[in-house]
């Protein structure tokens, strides 16, 4: 039985009142704000069919709910629509900024909502088992870990250690936390859903989670959605809710694992031994990706990139608009020509994917583009080159304090890197033939860190041997490799991003290569 109707009426006009309170506490703070805070507020509609299919999972058992980042209430006024009043014996929330707990307490008030104005991972879970929470549904904030404190990470990893035996990997977000540290809060055979995002699927950081989520508890249900369809309006960030209960996992335990669509009408469905996870380097190609992950398996046997390539990111200058120029440009700041390197632009402004050269290296571009890096000593700038010497000083207080230039010597110098033949693009939007794009420089051009850098090792490099039509045979083969290996191989972000990391395109297998080498 659900709410009665002059309880729905009131939820309504609640609901509109919680909206627009939501909507002007988000205005207080900038989108850059948010961000570090991990503030995205879950969309109503979500919200009440996350908790539609929490009660089909939990059945007519009286309720006790806990929502431990509960913001405004989004969870929670979805709970009083699903459920009638008098089934609901406990409901707790947990809301460490004071502005949204304000608004929550206010809203809330004369319900059976007990707030807590105080950070959740700090509080101390209850010790006997009837006053804890047999419905747990959250969606916890997204603070990536290079905003977390480095006290608060120690603080967090340990407190995730305690609470669920799960050591998190220093890299995880505090969305992991959250999962490993509500563990003793749950009661046996408790339902939690947890709307967070769907990196940790893929991510070596992701492992230990993982091994909770297959070990430690009953894996239900992750529902991933489709990155083009982003969840929330404010973040883009590819979403999963991931569904488990509070007991240990049969021997034979399957896993339902559904894309796309809603929660309640997805797209894609199937069911997946959780052997076959606990082997599976990554999740996120169930079953959304049947193809792509197919093709992975054929070549699982198949010669990785790995065996023929070093990989290694583009060049991070610290400040592209200081470092990378026109030829015109370095003209008026007096460069001289031994401190600048051809640098190719970004991808979106290749006019091809071959790179071809003048017979000085200088790639044959209709926008050439330098980069600065210099190594002569300012004594000797500042005598030679006036016009080179002013424009240094003009960046030196700013951009010569930035954290990469401070670390090099001079400032003005770049890392050392060579040039390559064979690039890839790091990151790509899914749609037509393309996913990561393979690069042919045949120029002594280096790339930026969009790119990634590939170094024939021993075995290639003596194969191609200096020829440029054998380099061009590998070109060939590396674009052979299919777009679903490609976009299966790398990781996806909200919007339809796809990036590909060094580590994981050393992982695509790479069969054409091998055919070219003798045996």
């Known amino acids: 039985m659900r709410a009665l109707p002059e309880l729905m009426l009131a939820l309504e006009r609640i609901e509109t009142r919680r909206l627009a309170l939501q909507q002007a506490r988000d205005r207080l703070r900038s989108q850059q704000q948010r961000n570090r805070l991990g503030q995205f507020a879950t969309p109503s509609p979500l919200a009440r069919e996350m908790l539609q299919y929490a009660h089909q999972l939990l059945g007519s058992e009286p309720v006790r709910f806990l929502d431990p980042a509960i913001g405004t209430g989004s969870f929670y006024a979805a709970l009083l629509r699903e459920w009638p009043v008098a089934a609901i014996h406990a409901a707790s929330g947990f809301e460490i900024d004071a502005r949204y707990g304000g608004a929550c307490r206010t809203l809330w008030r004369g319900t059976p909502l007990r707030l807590r104005l105080e950070d959740f991972t700090v509080a101390a879970a209850p010790v006997r088992q009837a006053r804890r929470f047999n419905l747990l549904v959250c969606n916890p904030p997204y603070v990536r870990h290079h905003h977390l404190p480095a006290a608060a990470k120690t603080r967090l990893q340990q407190s995730s250690l305690c609470a669920s035996g799960v050591h998190l990997n220093g890299l995880a977000g505090l969305y992991a936390h959250f999962i490993t540290v509500a563990h003793p809060w749950m009661s046996e055979d408790a339902i939690a859903g947890w709307l967070i995002p769907s990196e940790f699927m893929d991510v070596n950081y992701g492992r230990a989670l993982k091994r909770y989520l297959l070990e430690s508890v009953t894996l239900l249900r992750i529902h991933r959605f489709d990155p083009t369809e982003v969840q929330f309006r404010d973040a883009l960030v590819s979403s999963a809710i991931v569904w488990l209960r509070n007991r240990k996992p049969g021997r034979a335990h399957r896993i339902e694992f559904t894309y796309g669509g809603s ?17 599976a380097a990554k999740w996120t190609g169930l079953p959304a990706a049947r193809t792509a992950a197919a093709a992975v398996a054929r070549n699982a046997a198949a010669v990785t990139l790995g065996e023929y390539f070093r990989v290694k990111r583009g060049i991070a200058t610290g400040a592209n608009a ?21 640098i190719l632009p970004g991808a979106r402004q290749l006019e091809s994917d071959e790179i071809l050269a003048d017979a000085a290296g200088v790639p044959l571009l209709t926008r050439s583009l330098w980069l600065l890096d210099c190594r002569l000593p300012e004594e000797k700038i500042r005598a030679e080159y006036p016009l080179f010497w002013r424009y240094l000083e003009a960046g030196r207080a700013g951009i010569g304090q930035g954290y990469l230039c401070r670390r090099r010597a001079p400032w003005y110098s770049q890392e050392v890197r060579a ?8 990151m790509a939007r899914r749609g037509g033939d393309h996913a990561q794009r393979f690069i042919f420089n045949r120029s002594n051009a280096i790339v930026a860190n969009t790119y990634l850098m590939l170094y024939p090792r021993e075995a290639l490099a003596r194969f191609i041997g200096g020829d440029p039509a054998r380099a061009r045979r590998v070109w060939q083969a590396l674009k052979s490799i299919g777009s679903e290996v490609m976009l299966a191989g790398g990781r996806v972000y909200g919007g339809g991003m796809y990036k590909l990391e060094p580590g994981e395109l050393l992982r695509i297998p790479a069969p054409g290569i091998g055919a070219l080498l003798p045996a």
């Open 263 to 279: 929660l309640s009408l997805p797209a894609k469905r199937g069911l997946v031994a959780a052997s076959r996870l606990d082997s």
């Open 322 to 342: 200081f470092f990378i120029m026109t030829s015109e440009q370095a003209a008026e700041r007096g460069i001289p020509r031994q401190c600048l390197r051809p």
């Open 419 to 426: 040039s390559t033949h064979f690039l890839c693009t790091y």
